[in-house]
């Protein structure tokens, strides 16, 4: 193997000189550029969007686009797309879809719609005095951002609060600005930053010019500006619910289910090694959708982690119980969501995601993402506490299985009968062919 070297300008080339490049350089298979060319699209225009998308473009990463079908939302029926690569997780919100569709489906409660986001500064002067004269700088700031906020202010969003913060348990002389937003069908990250750099640039100002301050007061140190993904007063509530007697065609049977599921659930809230996999479980289904709608699940993910140990430890983040006979399955945690710009607006099968799922608002969405969160949750914990969570899992993964020993289309048809009823597992399938193949 070449050593590999470093090289200035990698960028500057095209995509071609990209490709040989990496061929060259790793001694990759010939073929290499040919494997790489055969993913992208034959639609010019499109391709030329998704390559956009990225720094360094190579070709198109393909994961498969399915649909799960029978959610039954606040009286509505919906269907969701998702993009996800693990195989159980698309059977798994199908049928927690159609079980709830017969007990009154999932409801949902948005709690929330604000934003946040952060000037970090530091001022060595006496915090009594930046906080007296807070009230002009806010009118200062106010006034040197609306010619970024006018227009969202019109669509009735806007920046909503700021507030001063003094924290010098952190670093000596260090301060806040937390500002929030409201920004309607937007998840409005530029918006924010631009607002919040702005800011800066006014603080920064502001305080060389303060008559109030002394020579030595007269600076001070803006460390960064930049929202935040943990947005608490984003927040959504989902939930199902339904008599105990109601959950499977035994009563006694039922409420058996019902109480070992309350648990399982009590167990995550209160376990942290639990309540990790627990919550990997829910972010299954939020993922695949919030993907497929071309939202940021990256900090979607980072805001619900936070909220999970917003208590001190980390928990769970659904929650279970039965109530004067009724059993209830709840999720509430935050989501930083939007429908309009970005990655929704541009990427084709993200606006056909949207169009699926009836062209939703913002607060909508939210709710539609922790619908798809608790739908997977529900499956996961039901399959645990009773028939366990391989059975299923293994038997989704079953092609994947085959496809990686590399058998032939009957080989595979008549695997998936022979293991139509039975567990699956890599040796059992490796077994199974060799037996077969005498």
């Given amino acids: 193997m070449t050593e590999h070297k470093i ?92 079980y709830w569709a017969k007990r009154g489906g999932f409801h949902s409660k948005i709690i929330g719609t604000e934003k946040k986001g952060q000037v970090h500064f530091s001022w060595s002067g006496k915090p009594e005095k930046i906080f007296r004269s807070f009230p002009e700088l806010k009118k200062q700031l106010e006034q040197e951002a609306a010619p970024l906020t006018q227009n969202m202010e019109k669509r009735g969003g ?45 603080l920064k100002s502001w305080v060389q010019t303060n008559d109030e301050f002394q020579a030595e007061e007269k600076e001070t140190d803006v ?26 065609s035994d009563a006694e049977k039922a409420h058996a289910f019902a109480l070992k599921l309350v648990q399982a659930v009590h167990i995550s809230r209160h376990d942290v090694s639990r309540a990790v996999t627990h919550n990997k479980g829910i972010f299954n289904g939020i993922d695949a959708l919030a993907i497929a709608t071309g939202n940021d699940f990256r900090a979607i993910e980072a805001g619900g982690h936070a909220y999970a140990a917003s208590s001190g430890q980390y928990r769970g983040l659904s929650d279970a119980g039965i109530t004067n006979g009724k059993f209830w399955f709840s999720l509430e945690l935050p989501l930083a969501v939007g429908v309009v710009g970005g990655v929704t607006s541009l990427h084709p099968l ?34 645990l506490v009773t028939s366990g969570i391989q059975q299923g899992h293994m038997k989704m ?17 008549a695997a998936r009968l022979y293991f139509q009823d039975r567990g699956v597992s890599y040796s059992e399938v490796q077994n199974y062919l060799n037996e077969h193949a005498k």
């Avoid at 009286?75 to 195989?87: C, Q, R």
């Avoid at 301060?175 to 607002?195: K, R």
């Avoid at 460390?223 to 499977?248: D, F, G, H």
């Avoid at 020993?405 to 595979?412: A, C, F, G, N, T």
């Fill in 7 to 98: 090289i200035n300008g990698f960028s500057k080339l095209d995509r071609l000189q990209k490709i040989e490049w990496l061929v060259e350089q790793l001694n990759l298979d010939e073929v290499t550029a040919d494997f790489l060319n055969s993913f992208q699209l034959a639609e010019q225009s499109v391709q030329n969007i998704i390559a956009d998308l990225s720094e360094n473009h190579l070709s198109n990463y393909h994961l498969p686009f399915s649909v799960a079908p029978n959610f039954v939302v606040d009286d509505k029926v919906i269907t969701f797309p998702l993009v996800t690569e693990e195989s159980s997780v698309v059977a798994a919100l199908a049928k927690a879809a159609g």
């Fill in 158 to 202: 806007g920046i909503t609060a700021i507030t001063l913060k003094h924290l010098p348990e952190i670093i000596p002389n260090y301060y806040q600005l937390d500002v929030s937003f409201e920004t309607c069908e937007a998840m409005g990250a530029n918006f924010i930053n631009s607002c919040l750099e702005q800011f800066g640039k006014t």
């Fill in 223 to 248: 460390i960064m500006a930049i929202l935040s993904n943990y947005v608490p007063n984003s927040r959504v509530k989902v939930w199902v619910e339904c008599p105990v007697e109601e959950l499977e």
């Fill in 350 to 383: 993200a606006k056909l995601t949207m169009a699926i799922l009836g062209q939703p608002t913002a607060s909508q969405l939210m709710g539609y993402l922790a619908v798809a969160g608790l739908a997977s949750n529900w499956s996961a914990v039901r399959a």
């Fill in 397 to 413: 993964h079953l092609s994947n299985i085959l496809n990686s020993l590399h058998v032939s289309d009957e080989q595979k048809r």
